[in-house]
């Protein structure tokens, strides 16, 4: 799809269909819905003063512009944006994608969006752009029949008085961070046949040659030589060898303190059965996207390296299938993890942390200092949280702020469940240092917990993502499957960090 920029005025626009947001209860006879009263010929006052629209929030309502009217668009699409106080960036990426699905669905292969936001100009056109792409991804891929064939080719996003280059400026981040939401949507989505751990290196491979990223990719054999016992007994037993991706973005002529090292690491079990703690057969078709801690991962290292950040970051995947055979770790089994810690193995299916654990040993090996982890960890957290709030854990309030805080400026929700020491009890083994699992009681915590005894001497934050990286359900904004959460809220905190650089 051709992204574009433009400033107005919305007369002029040369496409099949407009899209402007209409706040709840606007009136017809003010200010600029006044003016698009009169170019669309009176019909948006018909609608508002019938109060077959009022601007409630994701309200549609679609013409054909005929006659008496001074757009050049053939179409006009309003869509309720809700109360202006509410209306901040993730309601303007729902907004949009609202709209480009809607127009889509109607055979428009050329649109303008208003988003009409007060404030940073090119923040509200990037945020535009990530709401396109986020909406146009669709699931079905490998569909044959009854596939969605309907394509928007040309989306023009128009803010009216915007300061020169400033739409220009966000409609390229938004393309670059939109793109990367579906790269990770896509990861997430294809089948652990098609996406096994050396299928997700291959992915990183053609990320860091394309965009200029550095990269390592650790086998088995280095693994072992490092010592990565916890991880490497969930590889066991699977006949998919286990890798280890690692991503770093470095800066041109860097000239900030190098001694701090911003790093993501992502759960990348691309297909989770269980191993020998067997899930039931009941939905394990989705537990190929038990690797989209790690897509998260490449998805954002593959927009760092395009938006060029004045800081580094690292970015490590550790990769793995979780398969019951001969050769599989067994409940009771007692395995030694890269920092010499032992772990008492309760549950096969308790898989993610194992593999973690190594990976953020390694990160801090490389010199990380400041560490977020994400993952589809726990069932729990779908439990306590549902699929609208993802769980913040960790051993950084300020960290875990402004995790919080950046995921509500980009329309991210995340909930801080707490950590204290005595929930680590829980896991204390008779036999070994610690155990994998702390039994039925605060599952999301306790697991957080082990990974906890792996992260000492950093700073450290722990997502967990099990309930809000898979939508069940298709919203008008968004298809159903894979989301993408998490991406936008990193890049922001990337972001961030290099204004404070």
């Not at 053609?206 to 550095?214: K, M, P, R, T, V």
Request: glycine share 10%; hydrophobic share 40%.
């Amino acid at each position: 799809m051709q992204v574009e920029a433009n400033r107005g005025p919305i007369e002029e626009l040369d496409v099949q269909a407009l899209a402007v947001a209409v706040f709840k209860n606007e009136k017809s006879d003010e200010g600029f819905i006044k003016k698009l009263d009169e170019l669309s010929g009176g019909l948006v006052s018909s609608a508002l003063e019938a109060e077959e629209f009022v601007g409630k929030e994701g309200e549609t309502c679609y013409f054909h512009l005929v006659g008496n009217n001074k757009l050049k668009a053939r179409r006009l699409l309003l869509i309720g944006a809700g109360e202006p106080d509410d209306y901040k960036l993730g309601e303007i990426s729902q907004l949009v994608g609202t709209a480009v699905r809607s127009l889509r669905s109607k055979n428009a292969k050329s649109i303008a969006v208003v988003p009409r936001a007060s404030g940073n100009a090119e923040e509200t056109a990037a945020t535009a752009v990530q709401g396109a792409f986020i909406g146009l991804f669709d699931p079905d891929k490998y569909r044959t029949v009854e596939k969605e064939q309907k394509t928007i080719d040309r989306l023009v996003v128009v803010i009216e008085g915007a300061e020169d280059g400033a739409v220009e400026r966000g409609v390229e981040t938004g393309r670059i961070v939109g793109e990367a939401i579906n790269f990770t949507r896509d990861l997430a989505n294809e089948p652990g046949a098609y996406m096994t751990p050396t299928d997700m290196a291959e992915r990183a491979r053609e990320i860091a040659n394309e965009f200029g990223l550095s990269i390592d990719v650790l086998d088995e054999a280095r693994m072992e030589q490092e010592g990565m016992g916890s991880l490497l007994s969930v590889a066991r037993g699977s006949d998919q060898p286990a890798k280890l991706i690692i991503l770093k973005y470095t800066p041109a002529n860097a000239t900030v303190d190098s001694s701090e090292l911003l790093t993501f690491v992502g759960k990348g079990v691309t297909f989770d059965s269980g191993g020998i703690s067997l899930k039931p057969g009941e939905n394990m078709e989705l537990m190929k996207y038990d690797m989209t801690g790690g897509a998260t991962v490449l998805g954002a290292m593959r927009a760092i390296a395009q938006l060029k950040p004045p800081i580094p970051v690292l970015g490590v995947a550790p990769c793995t299938e979780n398969l019951p055979s001969g050769k599989a770790t067994k409940p009771g089994d007692v395995v030694k993890a890269m920092t010499g810690k032992t772990i008492e193995i309760i549950n096969t299916d308790a898989e993610g942390r194992l593999i973690l654990a190594d990976a953020i040993a390694y990160a801090k090996k490389l010199g990380a200092t400041k560490v977020i982890d994400m993952a589809t960890l726990t069932g729990a957290v779908s439990i306590a949280l549902g699929d609208v709030n993802a769980a913040v854990l960790g051993t950084d309030q300020e960290l875990i702020d402004e995790i919080i805080s950046a995921g509500r400026e980009v329309g991210e929700k995340f909930w801080q469940l707490p950590l204290d020491k005595e929930y680590s009890k829980q896991i204390k083994s008779d036999i070994a240092d610690i155990k994998n699992v702390g039994g039925r009681k605060a599952g999301t915590i306790t697991a957080a917990a082990f990974l906890k005894e792996f992260a000492d001497g950093i700073s450290w934050a722990h997502l967990d993502i099990a309930g809000t990286a898979w939508g069940d359900d298709a919203k008008p904004y968004r298809s159903k499957g894979p989301t993408g959460i998490a991406v936008r809220t990193l890049l922001r905190i990337v972001d961030r960090a290099s204004k404070q650089a």
